[in-house]
């Protein structure tokens, strides 16, 4: 099956900085990345739709400017959270798709972030 | 907006024994359905993806319907094992394709 990987898969930094993390699909083009977080004991939240070479679209809720997404590639995306806070701490998972509408999503290990 | 409701939210089980998790959800126009796994602290692992025109799809042990009026699918898996111990979450995909809205899932445990 298709391989999504994650880079960090766990991240502890000081309140008030920035983390980078980075979603890529290993054997296939994602036209589409999806970033998704999940805090204990509760289900996955879309945060994010990003298509290869446009802005991304968020979701109601969810801070662009701070929530800071790039698909630069049709194999990477990137979330970067700016100026990290404890609140931000947090299991962030991404999904790659290849094609649109109803291909199967396929999801990373996701990145655990601990703010301090 | 869609809501997914999952029950039950816990379920034990001895090895051996076939057991049904439900999924329900509240906009019925969806394009299709999926079923994942999630491991303590891991990603989500694709089980089954049953298309809108589709009533179930099948692997391995598992089973899955769909019941689109309704609102309904049921994951079935026959004859549990340990290492079918996990979370499952069921995701129907909105109108728009691409968009999952997940339930919060039926953690199982099976008991060896």
């Known amino acids: 099956g298709a391989v999504v990987s994650q880079h960090p898969s766990w991240v502890i930094c000081k309140s008030g900085t920035s983390v980078k993390i980075e979603c890529r699909s290993l054997?296939?083009?994602?036209?589409?990345m999806f970033w998704y977080r999940q805090f204990p004991k509760q289900s996955l939240m879309l945060m994010a739709t990003?298509?290869?070479?446009?802005?991304?679209t968020y979701e109601q809720g969810v801070e662009k400017d701070k929530f800071l997404i790039n698909h630069a590639s049709l194999t990477l995306s990137t979330l970067t959270v700016t100026s990290a806070h404890p609140e931000d701490s947090s299991f962030y998972i991404c999904s790659a798709q290849w094609g649109g509408g109803t291909d199967t999503q396929y999801f990373g290990p996701g990145t655990r972030l601990t703010v301090l | 907006k869609q809501e997914v409701t999952q029950i039950p939210a816990a379920l034990s089980v001895p090895e051996g024994e076939n057991l049904v998790l439900n999924c329900s959800f509240t906009d019925s126009a969806i394009y299709n359905l999926q079923w994942f796994r999630q491991d303590p602290g891991k990603g989500l692992t694709s089980l089954l993806l049953i298309q809108s025109s589709q009533r179930e799809q099948t692997s391995g042990r598992l089973n899955a319907s769909l019941d689109k009026s309704s609102g309904r699918s049921t994951l079935y898996i026959a004859a549990s094992q340990p290492g079918d111990s996990a979370t499952y979450l069921c995701a129907p995909g909105g109108s728009s394709g691409s968009r999952l809205t997940f339930g919060e899932g039926t953690q199982l445990t099976v008991n060896p």
């Open positions: 054997d296939f083009q994602a036209t589409t």
């Open positions: 990003s298509n290869e070479g446009s802005k991304a």
